[in-house]
Each structure stands twice: as structure tokens, then as C-alpha cells.
Nanobody, 128 residues
Framework: QVQLVESGGGSVQAGRSLRLSCSGS????????MGWFRQVPGKEREGVAA?????????????YYANSVKGRATITQDNTKNAVYLDLDSLKPDDTAIYSC????????????????WGHGTQVTVSS
């Protein structure tokens, strides 16, 4: 069984930064791809960022970002720890959402919600 555990959420003021962390554990020892989605109640889930983690792949290190966070977000990974991090800068109230970590062991869905593994999510609240 695979578990993804997020941390780093909380309440911050607009304009500040925060880092979300996600660590995976379980049967699969390596993920091909990890990323972040976010959702606000009543709205569609949005892919925020994803990064390719498979060593030796031509796509290793490739990252994709949603237009809504491009230029403000940086996703990084540590594939020795099955971990992914999301740094969000210049936070806006519109960034308020539950952020969920995702992972896949066979390829990458980038910002599409077809990932096999999902974390429970961590709340991020940005006040103006």
C-alpha cells in the first residue's frame, strides 16, 4: 500500500511564501512522477505542478505548472526519498485551497487528474 503524506500547509498573509512537502512510502519504492493538485469546495480540482522523477529518463527533472501559478511556484523533488516539494511565492487569496500530493509509478499525467496515488491533502489559507 502506498501512502502520500503532505505537510506545510497553514494560514499565511497575501504576498508571503510557503513550502509544501510530500513524502511517499509503501510498496512501490520509486515514483515516475509526483505533483500537486488543489481544490476549493464547489470548484473543479486544478493541477498545480508536476515533475518527472524517473532517473535515466530523458524527461527527468521536467516540470509543468498551471498558468495560475507560473512564475510563482517551484516544484522540486528528491527521488531518494520519494519526496516532492512545492514552493509558492507571492501568495494570493485565490491560492486558498486544499493541496493534495499525487504520484504515479508508470509515467506522468502532468496536470491531469489520472494519478494513481493521492494524499489526503493539506489546507492552505491566504488572507488579504
Amino acid at each position: 500500500q502506498v501512502q502520500l503524506v503532505e505537510s506545510g500547509g497553514g494560514s499565511v498573509q497575501a504576498g508571503r511564501s510557503l513550502r509544501l512537502s510530500c513524502s511517499g512510502s509503501g510498496y512501490y519504492t520509486r515514483f515516475d512522477c509526483m505533483g500537486w493538485f488543489r481544490q476549493v469546495p464547489g470548484k473543479e480540482r486544478e493541477g498545480v505542478a508536476a515533475i518527472y522523477m524517473a532517473l535515466g529518463s530523458a524527461e527527468y527533472g521536467t516540470a509543468y505548472y498551471a498558468n495560475s501559478v507560473k512564475g510563482r511556484a517551484t516544484i522540486t523533488q528528491d527521488n531518494t526519498k520519494n519526496a516532492v516539494y512545492l514552493d509558492l511565492d507571492s501568495l494570493k487569496p485565490d491560492d486558498t485551497a486544499i493541496y493534495s500530493c499525487v504520484a504515479n509509478t508508470d509515467g506522468c499525467y502532468w496536470l491531469l487528474p489520472q494519478y494513481k496515488f493521492w494524499g489526503h491533502g493539506t489546507q492552505v489559507t491566504v488572507s488579504s
